[in-house]
Structures are given as structure tokens and as C-alpha cells.
């Protein structure tokens, strides 16, 4: 018989600008940062770490500071035990949305009772790769490529409608499902709208822990005084004639981490503490490579269909804003109402260091849910070369 599989909380650094505040931080570090805050956060984890059975982090590059699974290092880097496990899960964007699904099965399936999930990303100090020669000594010149984003050192077997970029990727899906340039800049201006509001309001305060040394007190990407008239005025980054991708209406590239607590419900006297949210319902789904930003949908119906539900039920999303096109076609073809999307504002405005973003918009979700008193929602998350993860929440008191 399976047990179910509870968020009892979850932290977050601020996300830092690309070259910004967090530039100077190891991302190792950064997993540290969190994996120490939520430990400190439940007084009976600080005083026995042996209730942790697991760390599962997640990460999307692997080629830098964080390599060396950098769930363990961030373990050993916290003080942890030397006796507690630790694995490093990359599903790209979805890496700790990912980390959270493996960390509930073993939860269900009884293999653990509580886990450590997480996911990091430095995208500053993402290094530059050298491929190896196959002969010693070349005669010729070799080219260094960035691993911050996106393809490298490609297979040459691979279809090249496959390998276009990201943002290439998004102007033939918004071709493919009809979305203006109008749009994309609205729902982008009102990613940073919210966004700004939420911290005036205080919403995010208890999600976030400060970074040791650094003078950051919120996400540094957030502009409040952004309207879709402005937005307007910005050049296409990856068309010039027919484009309507800008810096303004994707997510930007960032530094930060983040991490969330998972354990049963008889965890919760062990843990001293009460969960917020059940993991009712997960789902994986795939598509053709250059349309990543449309798997969310089906990812999205599974993980309804496995809990029961379906979007008549759900009062708040979590959908992760890579683009506002691919956004947009996700909650067009869920035909749901716009206003329970990111209603605290989204990754355009936050920011996106890939590893790191699934944990957060299951840590919001879960506080969503848990200070407005709704009863279902959905994280979802989609991720290039063709994937979508997404998972269904429950409020505890609706449990």
C-alpha cells in the first residue's frame, strides 16, 4: 500500500542577474545556502540530521563548479552528515520540478519518509568547453563553446529542425499557434507587475533566505516600472523581419537555488510541523524538439488525470515563463482563466537559473495554496529539447 507524499517547506536564495549580485558564488555554494536554510527551518532536521534520508538536487549544467554531483557536495558543504545520500538529477529546465517527482516516489513507495529535494544554477559561471581532439597537437583552430544555454556540440546525426535555438524554437511555435507580438509583451508586463507587487506585499519573505556576504535582498531582474508600451519599443533577438521574441518578453538568464522539503504524513511528528500541500498527481510528456515550450499541455492533463481532477478543479498555476509565446500557447490549449497564472508574476520577471526554478514554482505553489485556502493547483515547467513536467498539489487542509 503507497503513502502519500507532503510539501512541508520551501526556501529559495533571490535570483540574481546574469553578471549580477550572485556572479561571485560558487553555485555549489548556492545549493549549500538553501540545503542549510531548510535544515535550520526545522529545528527537529537541525538537531537530527539522521531524519533526512536523501538529497536530491537538481541541475542542468554539470560542467562547472557544481560538477561532481553537486546535491552531495552541497550535503557536505551544509554540515550535513557524511552518512546522508545525495544524487544530482538533470532533466534541463525540469531538473528540480524532476528532483521533487523521484523524491515523492521514494516517499510513496516507502523507500524514504523524508527528502531533500532541490536544484542550482549558476548561469554566470557556467564555463566555456573545449571539445577533445582526436589526435594530439591539431593543426587547426578550435572553437570554446558556452555551456550557460541551449545546444552545443551538437551530434551531427541530429536533425537540424531539432537544434535550432530556444528563441527560434519559440517564433515557430507562436507561428504555429497564432500568437502576437501583443500578447507576449502584455503577459510579460504583467509578469513584472506582479512580481514587483508580491514583494511589496511581503508574499515571498518566509520563501527566501539571504546569501551569505552578498547585499540581495530580492530577485534582481524585477523591473516594476515595465508596461507593455515599453516592451513594445525593443528589438527581436532572434529575427529581424518577422520576429516578435525580445529580451522583454522571455526569461532572462540567472543565478540562484532553491529547495523544498518532502516527507509522509506521519512525517509530520517526527518533523514537528505540518505539511502545506500533498503531491497528488505528476506527469512527463514529450514532442518534437523545437516545440519544448508546448509540453507543459500534456504534461499538465497527466498529472490531473493521475490525481483525480481536472482544470475545472484547479484555482492556481505555476507555469514556469521561459517565453510569454510558449506560455500563452500552454494556457490557451488548458483553456483555462489567465488570472490564476503566476499570480505572484513568473520567470520573466524573477528570473530563470534552470536548475533551480522548478523548486521554485513548487515552493510558491505550495504557499499559494496554503494562504489562500484553494485547494488544487498545478506547477508546470517546460524544457528544451522536447519535454514537459508538471505536478498537481493539494492543499493539506483540503487533504
Known amino acids: 500500500m503507497t503513502q502519500s507524499a507532503f510539501v512541508y517547506d520551501a526556501v529559495r536564495t533571490p535570483f540574481g542577474r546574469f553578471g549580477g549580485a550572485l556572479a561571485g558564488v560558487r553555485p555549489d555554494d548556492l545549493a549549500a545556502t ?20 536523501e538529497v536530491i538536487f537538481g541541475n542542468a549544467n554539470g560542467a562547472g563548479e557544481e560538477n561532481r554531483n553537486v546535491a552531495r557536495m552541497a550535503a557536505l558543504l551544509a554540515g550535513l552528515p557524511t552518512s546522508l545520500p545525495g544524487t544530482t538529477v538533470n532533466r534541463l529546465c525540469g531538473s528540480s520540478l524532476d528532483a521533487a517527482m523521484i523524491g515523492s516516489r521514494q516517499i510513496e513507495t516507502g523507500d524514504a519518509d523524508i527528502v531533500l529535494i532541490g536544484g542550482v544554477e549558476s548561469m554566470t559561471r557556467a564555463p566555456w568547453v573545449l571539445p577533445k581532439t582526436e589526435k594530439p597537437y591539431p593543426a587547426g583552430n578550435l572553437q570554446l563553446s558556452s555551456t550557460t544555454l541551449g545546444w552545443r556540440l551538437v551530434n551531427p546525426e541530429m536533425p537540424s529542425e531539432w ?37 511589496q506585499d511581503g508574499f515571498y519573505d518566509d520563501l527566501i533566505v539571504a546569501v551569505d556576504g552578498i547585499e540581495l535582498a530580492r530577485d534582481e531582474s524585477i523591473r516594476p ?31 540562484g537555488a532553491s529547495a523544498v522539503l518532502i516527507g509522509s504524513e506521519a512525517a509530520a511528528e517526527r518533523l514537528g510541523r505540518a505539511p502545506v500541500a500533498r503531491i497528488a498527481g505528476r506527469g512527463a510528456a514529450a ?22 481532477i481536472g482544470w475545472s ?21 488548458w483553456e483555462i482563466d489567465p488570472q490564476i497564472v503566476n499570480r505572484h508574476g513568473g520567470a520573466i520577471a524573477i528570473g530563470h537559473p534552470l536548475g533551480a526554478s522548478g523548486g521554485r514554482i513548487l515552493g510558491t505553489l505550495a504557499k499559494e495554496l496554503r494562504t489562500s485556502g484553494r485547494r488544487w493547483g498545478v506547477a508546470a515547467i517546460c524544457i528544451g529539447v522536447g519535454q514537459g513536467l508538471a505536478v498537481v498539489l493539494e492543499n493539506a487542509e483540503g487533504a
Open 34 to 53: 538553501v540545503v542549510r536554510a531548510i535544515v535550520e527551518r526545522t529545528p527537529a532536521v537541525a538537531d537530527d540530521p539522521a531524519l533526512l534520508d
Open 163 to 199: 537544434t535550432v535555438s530556444l528563441g527560434e524554437a519559440t517564433e515557430q511555435l507562436r507561428e504555429k499557434y497564432d500568437i502576437s507580438r501583443e500578447r507576449q509583451d502584455e503577459f510579460a508586463a504583467r509578469s513584472h507587475q506582479l512580481a514587483a507587487q508580491a514583494w
Open 225 to 255: 516600472d515595465t508596461t507593455s508600451q515599453t516592451l513594445a519599443g525593443l528589438r527581436t533577438s532572434f529575427r529581424k523581419t518577422d520576429g516578435t521574441v525580445t529580451a522583454g518578453n522571455a526569461s532572462p538568464l540567472n543565478d
Open 287 to 308: 514532442n518534437e524538439p523545437q516545440y519544448f515550450g508546448y509540453a507543459p499541455v500534456e504534461a499538465a492533463n497527466t498529472a490531473l488525470r493521475r490525481a483525480g
Open 313 to 333: 478543479d484547479v484555482a492556481a498555476v505555476e507555469l514556469n515563463e521561459a517565453f510569454a509565446a510558449q506560455s500563452l500557447a500552454c494556457l490557451d490549449a
